[in-house]
Nanobody, 120 residues
Framework: QVHLEESGGGLVQAGGSLRLSCTAS????????MAWYRQAPENERDLVAT???????NYADSVKGRFTISRDNAKNMLYLQMNSLAPEDTATYYC??????????????WGQGTQVTVSS
């Protein structure tokens, strides 16, 4: 019923920047907490950053000071501005959201992921 789709990934040199976007679509009553995760090959999926509906944020220590998470509640969109990228940031980045489809039911939803590759 609800679909999340990421975009903005690609190849970038170390020290460069990328901006990821995530769009939530479908039968949505309200989008609550949102987050970015990332997963490198043969590694676990790690939390990168979270943002509540009121705009409060939290970041993993590995990206603090370099990445900025933001959202547009009117458009049901999520963003991740990534600066000073390093090879260790190479991973598939996933959008995650807690979505209410009505006043009584909320579920967790994942996007398909977008690839970020940082060369040295």
């Amino acid at each position: 019923q609800v679909h999340l789709e990421e975009s903005g990934g690609g190849l970038v040199q170390a020290g460069g920047s990328l901006r990821l976007s995530c769009t939530a679509s479908g039968d949505i009553f309200k989008v609550n907490d949102m987050a970015w995760y990332r997963q490198a090959p043969e590694n676990e999926r790690d939390l990168v950053a979270t943002i509540a509906r009121d705009g409060s944020t939290n970041y993993a220590d590995s990206v603090k000071g370099r990445f900025t998470i933001s959202r547009d509640n009117a458009k049901n969109m999520l963003y991740l501005q990534m600066n000073s990228l390093a090879p260790e940031d190479t991973a598939t980045y996933y959008c995650n959201a807690e979505v209410q489809v009505n006043r009584n039911y909320e579920f967790n939803c994942w996007g398909q992921g977008t690839q970020v590759t940082v060369s040295s």
